[in-house]
């Protein structure tokens, strides 16, 4: 259990440490709380409820899309942020209710069609999306006009929060009836839970989380492609939370930032998925339960440590 000192510490170095960094690393650093929350999205669903969303980037790139959309048509920043919360509503409502619906394999099969239909259409729509393209958010209506400080404080502030509101949420009586349908669902139905109603309502609030980083997406890096609605995005979520650790909140968000940093120095190299898939594959051998518990393996094979 971390102390709330030593949470407050670990908040105080996300927000601050960044700040003294140059200008591209900064840039870097803001991306990656984008995607860590993309991570602890998915972690509320795998990790706390048992459900394998494996068309996870839907959340994050519909809402992104709509904004970009809105965007270059409408000119407006608080019409294009209301139409992404829309688009928000919409795809999580839709995914949650067709894959709580099936339940088991069958919300792996919703997500991840759902993931295939919306890449096809965003590649074939081309008048609309950008087709191959891709799509440009406006400069005027993005965070461009900030100073690298500020556009990481925000972006962070916000990352931070959500994170520690998730902390809470999954502390809370809430997230025990959560991980309850997750290690037994009929057991949870025998004793009255409405097991359905309650996988249907974390599909959204995962949704939502994935949906504001989408959003920040578009704000702070403002090139939009089909790759960000694609199965190829969404498999990659799946590796971050696993490599991280699941069920932790903040293992997924160590496993997105190590993975997108080694992918980001081994881009230049012509065979580097090989090395990736090596990383994952020694993670999945040496700390199956993930990164964030690797440190008290040792802890735990000594003897040390035991209650």
Same mark, same amino acid.
């Given at each position: 259990?971390?102390?709330?000192?030593?949470?407050?510490?670990?908040?105080?170095?996300? +927000?601050?440490?960044? +700040?003294?960094?140059?200008?591209?690393?900064?840039?870097?650093?803001?991306?990656?709380?984008?995607?860590?929350?993309?991570?602890?999205?998915?972690?509320?669903?795998?990790?706390?409820?048992?459900?394998?969303?494996?068309?996870?980037?839907?959340?994050?790139?519909?809402?992104?899309?709509?904004?970009?959309?809105?965007?270059?048509?409408?000119?407006?920043?608080?019409?294009?942020?209301?139409?992404?919360?829309?688009?928000?509503?919409?795809?999580?409502?839709?995914?949650?209710?067709?894959?709580?619906?099936?339940?088991?394999?069958?919300?792996?099969?919703?997500?991840? +069609?759902?993931?295939?239909?919306?890449?096809?259409?965003?590649?074939?729509?081309?008048?609309?999306?950008?087709?191959?393209?891709?799509?440009?958010?406006?400069?005027?209506?993005?965070?461009?006009?900030?100073?690298?400080?500020?556009?990481?404080?925000?972006?962070?502030?916000?990352?931070?929060?959500?994170?520690?509101?998730?902390?809470?949420?999954?502390?809370?009586?809430?997230?025990?009836?959560?991980?309850?349908?997750?290690?037994?669902?009929?057991?949870?139905?025998?004793?009255?839970?409405?097991?359905?109603?309650?996988?249907?309502?974390?599909?959204?609030?995962?949704?939502?989380?994935?949906?504001?980083?989408?959003?920040?997406?578009?704000?702070?890096?403002?090139?939009?492609?089909?790759?960000?609605?694609?199965?190829?995005?969404?498999?990659?979520?799946?590796?971050?939370?696993?490599?991280?650790?699941?069920?932790?909140?903040?293992?997924?968000?160590?496993?997105?930032?190590?993975?997108?940093?080694?992918?980001?120095?081994?881009?230049?190299?012509?065979?580097?998925?090989?090395?990736?898939?090596?990383?994952?594959?020694?993670?999945?051998?040496?700390?199956?339960?993930?990164?964030?518990?690797?440190?008290?393996?040792?802890?735990?094979?000594?003897?040390?440590?035991?209650?």
């Amino acid at each position: 259990m971390v102390s709330p000192f030593a949470r407050t510490c670990i908040v105080a170095a996300i +927000l601050l440490t960044p +700040l003294a960094l140059p200008a591209y690393y900064k840039y870097l650093a803001t991306e990656l709380v984008i995607w860590g929350l993309l991570a602890v999205s998915l972690d509320l669903l795998i990790g706390f409820t048992g459900l394998p969303s494996f068309g996870h980037a839907v959340f994050f790139g519909v809402p992104a899309y709509v904004f970009g959309i809105v965007a270059t048509r409408s000119e407006s920043l608080p019409i294009s942020i209301l139409a992404a919360i829309a688009g928000i509503a919409a795809v999580t409502c839709v995914v949650g209710y067709f894959g709580t619906k099936t339940g088991g394999v069958g919300y792996i099969i919703v997500t991840l +069609l759902c993931s295939f239909a919306v890449f096809i259409i965003t590649l074939t729509w081309t008048s609309v999306t950008g087709g191959e393209n891709g799509l440009y958010v406006p400069e005027a209506l993005s965070l461009a006009g900030l100073s690298g400080n500020v556009r990481y404080l925000l972006v962070a502030a916000i990352g931070v929060a959500i994170w520690l509101w998730g902390r809470k949420l999954v502390s809370s009586n809430y997230g025990l009836v959560l991980l309850g349908i997750k290690a037994n669902e009929p057991r949870m139905q025998a004793i009255g839970y409405n097991t359905e109603r309650y996988k249907f309502q974390i599909t959204v609030i995962a949704g939502a989380i994935a949906g504001v980083a989408g959003i920040l997406y578009a704000l702070v890096v403002r090139t939009l492609s089909a790759d960000l609605v694609g199965p190829e995005l969404s498999t990659e979520v799946v590796i971050w939370v696993l490599l991280g650790g699941v069920q932790t909140l903040t293992g997924p968000v160590l496993g997105a930032a190590l993975f997108i940093s080694l992918k980001q120095v081994l881009n230049t190299v012509s065979a580097y998925p090989i090395f990736l898939g090596l990383l994952f594959v020694a993670v999945v051998a040496w700390a199956p339960t993930g990164l964030i518990k690797l440190r008290f393996s040792g802890l735990t094979r000594s003897g040390k440590g035991q209650p």
